[in-house]
């Protein structure tokens, strides 16, 4: 009962073509010619039945005998009665050809109707699939908007292997925080550093810190799974990336100032907006010139992809190798150069 009123509403919701009006009027105009072919007979019926009654009367009148008197009188009778009979079947006729009538030209209205709006249908889908183009094309393009770091202060968390391993973390940390002193809106940046995180420290400083940007210092496995903290924080990429994905304020940025890392840039990406990691092995000095110069460029009120650039010009400057190893990566709908991470307050 139930799939029978779904499809009877399926059916009703469903646009009638105009060949379906057209079969439809067919089919009523052949009911409707049917219907006048009664009435038509059933008049002449009545007519004929009429006209021997009255003979059968006349023919009563003229004779003397009573037994043929009777006889034509009940004639007349049973004529007049075949007669009303006609009459009342050609009424009931004439009215199934008014409502027939009715009907079709009903139809032949709503045929009209159909058959111009199937002229007008391909210009019409044209013309909306256009539009949808557009709004479509529009869609893919607008960027989309970041979490505002603002009126908040940009949260940096600074993570790192250990406090004097190869890559000198310490230093890499000492120097980011000077050159973010050193920067315009030094006042809008919050630094929150651990050389040598432990997993639960990790996971507090993501839940507790809230950190805008996780920068990672580390020497990275290149191979998938492998863990990014070596003996301190044990996490793989793809556990960092689903600790990251799992707070409710996710990081803007997560900067993997590392060697090898390339092979973390997919799992993380589709948790946050952007990446910036280093796709082959890079010297110590390139990659704290890099990390110091985009914070100062960040805290200075530039945009993502200028502070990206900017930190690579750094590094080549300096008459260093590796300045062409920073990859930023970032999700499909988002514009880097459009997103600032620190925007000074209205003078």
């Known amino acids: 009962m139930g799939r029978a009123l779904a499809a009877g509403s399926a059916r009703k919701n469903t646009p009638t073509t105009a060949s379906s009006y057209r079969n439809r009027l067919a089919t009523k105009h052949q009911a409707l010619a049917d219907a006048e072919k009664k009435v038509s007979e059933f008049r002449t019926k009545e007519a004929d039945r009429r006209a021997k009654a009255t003979r059968d009367r006349s023919a009563a009148a003229r004779t003397t005998s009573v037994g043929i008197q009777s006889a034509r009188l009940h004639s007349a009778q049973r004529h007049d009665a075949e007669a009303n009979k006609a009459a009342r079947d050609a009424s009931i006729w004439s009215t199934k050809a008014a409502r027939y009538g009715r009907e079709a030209a009903d139809l032949a209205a709503k045929l009209a109707k159909a058959e111009q709006a199937e002229r007008r249908a391909p210009a019409s889908q044209a013309r909306k699939e256009s539009r949808l183009s557009t709004a479509e094309a529009e869609v893919r393009s607008a960027p989309k908007k970041l979490r505002a770091p603002n009126p908040e202060k940009l949260r940096v968390l600074l993570l790192g292997a250990t406090s004097d391993g190869d890559l000198r973390i310490a230093r890499e940390q000492q120097r980011i925080r000077a050159a973010v002193q050193s920067a315009t809106h030094r006042d809008l940046i919050e630094l929150e550093a651990h050389p040598a995180p432990t997993t639960d420290m990790l996971l507090d400083a993501l839940s507790r810190f809230r950190p805008h940007v996780v920068h990672l210092s580390s020497h990275s496995a290149n191979e998938q799974g492998a863990d990014l903290f070596h003996g301190h924080a044990i996490a793989s990429a793809d556990a960092l990336a689903r600790a990251i994905a799992a707070v409710d304020d996710k990081p803007l940025i ?94």
């Not at 082959?280 to 990659?287: E, F, R």
């Not at 400057?317 to 459009?338: C, E, K, Q």
Request: without cysteine; charged residues 15%; proline residues 7%.
């Open 254 to 347: 997560v900067l993997l100032n590392s060697s090898l890392s390339e092979i973390q840039i997919t799992q993380l990406v589709a948790a946050i907006p952007f990446v910036i990691a280093m796709p082959a092995s890079i010297g110590d000095v390139d990659a704290i010139t890099y990390a110091a110069r985009f914070y100062a460029a960040i805290a200075d009120g530039q945009s993502v992809h200028a502070a990206h650039l900017l930190s690579r010009v750094a590094v080549e400057m300096n008459g260093l190798d590796n300045h062409d190893l920073p990859t930023l990566s970032y999700a499909a709908d988002i514009d880097p150069r459009a997103s600032k991470l620190v925007t000074p307050p209205p003078v």
